[in-house]
């Protein structure tokens, strides 16, 4: 074996090895956080932020603990800056309807307090007598208008997160229980991400929407290697791991099929996390007829039952007044409730651009 082949097996049997660093890892998150904070201040208000920080904790936070449940090693969560969180680790041969559950783990406990809390802010309505006051974020009214909104925005972002769209949670289910891999479902699936972040954005005026776009962007190609790798080394006959972890023979095989892409040049600790990351696809069985038809109906079921709920909620409490425009209402909303900072500037240009092309909002 060459001198880049022994360095590139110890780097893998050190990633192997690597014990999680706790200390170093709530550093990170708590810096992450406070960063997420301060810029988010500078687009948002605090309300708003402080409800976005606790959709996203309770979000990743299921993630992490189903991540820890399932012996998931180096688990770390993260803040991004007007993009959300996120959270990762490094799976050691789980089974793939286990995956499923760690992606299920995000989305289902946020939807499911999330209808909680809509469900007291509708109760409240009940009441002649309640004042009714306007949401603006979700463009309701509502006589608990704070708790309807951090219940709305909960369901809202965790909904969107069940769409079989990569790399959502909803498509990473999908994919991980009945498509095999292929490079141009994984591009295609991210292309069409882009493309439903960019009408929603348009749509609701929302252009910090669009920023979520550049990492999907930036990601396609390495993705698209991954994937092609993937698929590429599936055809070859890769050894069972053992005792010491995974083989030398294996590691040899996804090197030799990584140093003919580009990402031979990556460096021996990221190349190791790659061999890693294809060692666990390829050894992974697929889950079983039964499995796939519950992850499968537990998913249909719970965007039927989120989204349907969601319309009913929204039915409630639309927020309508047949003497205010439909494109006067969006600039209403921006200019006097101060919600959002930053669209009080993009707005106001924005309605009078759909005003000018007449088109239909």
Known sequence: ???SGVSLVAAVRAKESQPNDWRRQTLVLLVSLALFVAVGLLWWDLRLVLMLVGILLLHEGGHFVAMRAFGYRNIRMVFVPMLGAAVSGQP???PRWKKAIVYF???????AISMVLLLIASAGNSDANASVS????????????WLLELGGLGLLLNWMNLLPLLPLDGG????????RPSPWREVFGRVLTMLVIAV????????????????LLFTMPLTYRTCWLSRRLSEDEIPPPTENGVPEAAIDTIASAIDETALRALAPPQKASLVLQLYESLITPPPTPLASRIVGLVYLGTVMVSTLFGWWIWSLHRWHDPAVGEFDRLETFANETGFDKGSQIILPAFTELLASTSLVF
Request: charge should be positive; glycine fraction near 10%.
């Open 200 to 215: 929603l954005g348009i749509s609701i005026g929302e252009p910090l929407l669009l920023l979520l776009i550049f990492p």
């Open 105 to 111: 783990a995000g989305p289902l406990p946020g939807i």
């Open 92 to 94: 050691i041969r789980i």
């Open 172 to 179: 990473r289910i999908v994919q991980s229980t009945f498509a």
């Open 134 to 145: 306007a949401v603006p974020t979700l463009l309701m009214n509502s006589s608990h208008p």
């Open 1 to 3: 074996m060459s001198g």
